[in-house]
């Protein structure tokens, strides 16, 4: 199994561009997360989805968007980038069975937007 | 929604010596609670977590205490070796939810550094 992959590595942006992060599991997880991270903080979430067509909010998700039409995919879309978008972002997923809450973590997305 | 105060922010220790950190949370129905590991330019790892019906956990060097009636927990890694080297998380359900399954509020991490 490859687990949670994401694309791109990295990516630099214009302030007011858009861009998509992917993000996809193959361990028929039924939960996935989006979160960030900025330099010397914790991970902040800024989505979450309990399974495919159903999406919630996190603590910081102002000017972002999220889709779950597939089990596998969640990405995660970023409209009008701001300055304050820069940071590194981590998908996540789960399997919420028995009380097991392990999240596993994607490699991140280094974002700039200058 | 839950707050996670994490300390020390950065640890150093010599090799073979112990390494604790401490958090605290803010929710009383939060009940699991996962601490991870992050290497550099790599993503979280889940070291172990420990659920509100158990006050501690071990997994061989690696230990998790809980107080709930506190409302801390912490971190214990005994015989330190350099791959301990890495910043650890503490993390508590997020939102108001108990479990952890709707996802996790962090603390800001602690950066482990071991001597030689």
């Known amino acids: 199994n490859a687990g949670v992959t994401q694309t791109p590595k990295f990516r630099i942006l214009k302030i007011g561009q858009s861009m998509t992060l992917q993000c996809a599991q193959d361990m028929n997880h039924n939960y996935m997360y989006w979160y960030r991270q900025d330099p010397g903080m914790g991970l902040k979430l800024i989505y979450y989805?309990?399974?495919?067509?159903?999406?919630d909010k996190g603590e910081v998700p102002n000017g972002y968007n999220v889709s779950r039409s597939t089990t596998e995919d969640f990405p995660l879309r970023l409209e009008l980038a701001a300055p304050s978008q820069t940071s590194v972002y981590f998908c996540?997923?789960?399997?919420?069975?028995?009380?097991?809450?392990?999240?596993?973590f994607g490699p991140g997305t280094r974002l700039t937007v200058t | 929604g839950e707050n996670v105060e994490q300390h020390p922010s950065t640890l150093s220790v010599q090799e073979g010596d112990s390494a604790v950190i401490k958090c605290t949370y803010s929710?009383?129905?939060?009940?699991?609670f996962p601490w991870y590991k992050q290497e550099l330019g790599k993503g979280p790892q889940l070291i172990i977590d420990i659920r509100s019906n158990v006050g501690e956990k071990k997994d061989q060097r690696i230990a998790v205490t809980l107080n709930k009636t506190a409302k801390h927990f912490s971190l214990h890694i005994t015989e330190t070796q350099p791959e301990d080297s890495a910043v650890y998380f503490c993390a508590a359900p997020h939102p108001y939810s108990g479990g952890g399954a709707d996802g996790l509020t962090f603390g800001k991490g602690t950066h482990l550094i071991i001597q030689p």
């Open positions: 989805s309990v399974g495919a067509g159903i999406t």
């Open positions: 996540a997923s789960s399997y919420v069975q028995g009380g097991s809450y392990e999240q596993y």
């Open positions: 929710d009383s129905a939060s009940n699991y």
